[in-house]
């Protein structure tokens, strides 16, 4: 079947520090994986994507490679500021239907 | 930048009572979906639709859901009949042609709270 799983929260980090959120998924086929972002109050919105083995998706800071030998997808930043405080889901889509991780959130003191 | 609106953004019901969750896709979108949280747990899907018909759906979306495009901009998901395990955020969203089914855009939610 199809599944992601991703590291608990809450992450706690000061400013500037690096970030790691991890995840790993279970899939047929050749799917394609995503790292969505939801701020208080707000919808879910898309951070980044890869679409095929060893592409990186990056935005805003935020990296992450499909990497289909660990079947992993992690999360990073190299310095995380305050305005990305929220709570961050990895997802796969397969075939058109997404299938999410559960989030994590993450904490970003001054 | 286009967005998918959902409304309201907090519904209260009684227990078995009928709800209709409102959604506005984005306008060119083709694809239209349906998933919901419930509290602390993963985000869920229930339904796909396109060309006005459900495509797939999850073993949730029983007798008890429906959903409808009753014109060209809203998608709406009907509660027959909520229970308490329906409270939950329920996420809308929507996906454009062929080339672009692979990136959805979600609305902020719904959250229904069942009494």
């Known amino acids: 079947g199809n599944s992601v799983t991703q590291m608990e929260g809450p992450v706690t980090l000061s400013e500037e520090a690096f970030l790691t959120i991890n995840c790993t998924y279970t899939?047929?086929?050749?799917?394609?994986l995503f790292w969505y972002v939801q701020y208080p109050g707000e919808g879910l919105q898309l951070l980044l994507k890869a679409t095929k083995a060893d592409d990186k998706g990056s935005n805003k800071g935020f990296e992450a490679t499909y990497r289909k030998e660990t079947t992993s997808f992690h999360l990073e930043k190299g310095s995380v500021q305050v305005s990305d405080s929220a709570v961050y889901f990895c997802?796969?889509?397969?075939?058109?239907?997404?299938?999410f991780g559960s989030g994590t959130k993450l904490n970003v003191k001054p | 930048e286009p967005e998918v609106t959902q409304t309201p953004s907090h519904q209260v019901t009684q227990m078995g009572q009928e709800v209709i969750l409102r959604c506005v896709p984005i306008s060119n979108h083709l694809y239209f979906y349906w998933y919901r949280q419930i509290l602390g747990q993963k985000v869920e899907f229930l339904v796909s639709?396109?060309?006005?018909?459900?495509?797939?759906k999850s073993e949730i979306f029983d007798d008890q859901f429906s959903v409808e495009r009753p014109d060209g901009s809203n998608f709406t998901l009907k509660i027959r009949s909520t229970k308490l395990e329906d409270s939950a955020m329920y996420f809308c969203?929507?996906?454009?042609?062929?080339?672009?089914?692979?990136?959805?855009?979600f609305g902020a939610g719904t959250r229904l709270s069942v009494l």
């Open positions: 969203a929507s996906s454009g042609a062929l080339a672009g089914r692979d990136i959805q855009y």
């Open positions: 997802a796969l889509n397969n075939f058109n239907k997404f299938y």
């Open positions: 899939a047929t086929g050749y799917p394609s």
């Open positions: 639709f396109y060309n006005n018909e459900i495509s797939e």
